[in-house]
């Protein structure tokens, strides 16, 4: 009779446990992955730069994502991964990491992801996100962070092409007369040529007057 009880009670165990595990097994969920965007504005001067952006679980229970880190180009956009298998309510903080370089302002922000894994039946799940800034209480549509340059190197400024140097007109020389041993220079600019045929013509003016009154003498005695 104890014999048979034991047996009884053996079977009722293993009856429970089938039972058990076929319930697990009917509650497990295809994995529906989660996609969290991040947009990274891009900035002038440095084409080449890159962004780099963490996210960090915040609840106990919250599933990892594939990487807790992207690297996002320039003005391009980034997005994290996350697998889900189960229901539930999971939160994460998105922020970037600060680099190094001085010559550049980094976006301090930061932000809350709520994630919401709900049952949509047949063994499926869907999810749906909402975004809020750790310093606002209000909603954002998306993750956005923008980096801008402290100051424009030298190296990168866009000069403007200087304006072109008018060309000297070159000025016509003077000719100068060469100055000869024949060339006569004098105080006045009149015709040397005329002065001297007048001063001849008072010369021979006086001397026929002076000839004329000794004529004119001799005849008087």
Do not use: W
């Not at 014999?3 to 969920?29: E, H, P, W």
């Not at 030298?154 to 000297?168: A, H, I, R, V």
């Amino acid at each position: 009779m104890k014999g048979l009880r034991k047996l009884f009670c053996i079977l009722l165990m293993c009856t429970v446990s089938l039972f058990s595990a076929s319930g697990i097994y009917a509650a497990a969920y295809d994995t529906e992955t989660a996609e969290i965007l991040v947009e990274c504005t891009a900035m002038k001067y440095f084409k080449d730069y890159e962004y780099k952006i963490v996210i960090e679980p915040q609840s106990e229970n919250a599933p990892m994502p594939e990487e807790n880190e992207i690297t996002v180009l320039n003005g391009e956009t980034g997005m994290f991964h996350i697998d889900t298998d189960e229901p539930g309510t999971f939160t994460y903080k998105v922020f970037e990491e600060k680099g190094s370089n001085k010559n550049i302002n980094y976006d301090r922000r930061s932000y809350y992801v709520t994630l919401f894994v709900t049952d949509y039946g047949a063994e499926k799940l869907i999810y749906s996100v909402t975004l809020n800034r750790a310093d606002d209480d209000n909603k954002s549509a998306r993750i956005t962070f923008r980096d801008t340059e402290r100051f424009v190197l030298e190296s990168f400024e866009e000069k403007s092409p200087k304006p072109s140097e008018p060309e000297e007109t070159s000025t016509p020389e003077e000719t100068s007369v060469p100055q000869t041993s024949e060339t006569v220079f004098t105080g006045d600019s009149s015709n040397t040529g005329i002065a001297a045929a007048a001063m001849a013509v008072s010369f021979i003016t006086a001397v026929t007057a002076v000839i004329s009154v000794r004529h004119r003498k001799r005849d008087d005695y």
